[in-house]
């Protein structure tokens, strides 16, 4: 699901994870998926981030596993090379957690759409 917000509105996710697909981004997105089942984690809301949806809706049935079916996580598409999509992606979120790579590459287009949005990256 593809989400936008006005300019002003409160950030719907506490964390996005942004590259959720790739190598270590899967990894995050399981251990992130483990404090969403614990009533006392200080984590809500969890939306995962990419290029491309389909990569990104096998990683949370891969993450989820073997739980059926995976949780309702929000899907949002993403790229270092579109900054108006970064830009979005940012507003939404309370915290970036960037695992797009290698972030010698593709690092600097998603630290400077943070910077402009004002929301920490990790």
Not at 56 to 79: F, G, R, V
Not at 83 to 100: F, I
Request: proline share 11%.
């Amino acid at each position: 699901m593809q989400t936008t917000q006005p300019q002003n509105s409160p950030p719907l996710y506490d964390i996005v994870i942004l590259g959720a697909s790739g190598f270590t981004g899967k990894y995050v997105v399981k251990e992130a998926l483990k404090f969403l089942k614990t009533p006392s984690s200080p984590l809500k809301t969890l939306a995962i981030a990419g290029r491309s949806r389909e990569k990104l809706l096998k990683t949370l049935e891969w993450a989820a596993h073997p739980s059926s079916p995976p949780p309702h996580i929000s899907i949002i598409t993403a790229d270092t090379t579109d900054p108006p999509s970064l830009e979005s992606l940012c507003r939404q979120a309370k915290v970036l957690l960037n695992c797009v790579g290698p972030f010698r590459i593709h690092g600097e287009p998603v630290v400077a759409a943070c910077a402009n949005s004002g929301i920490l990256e990790c």
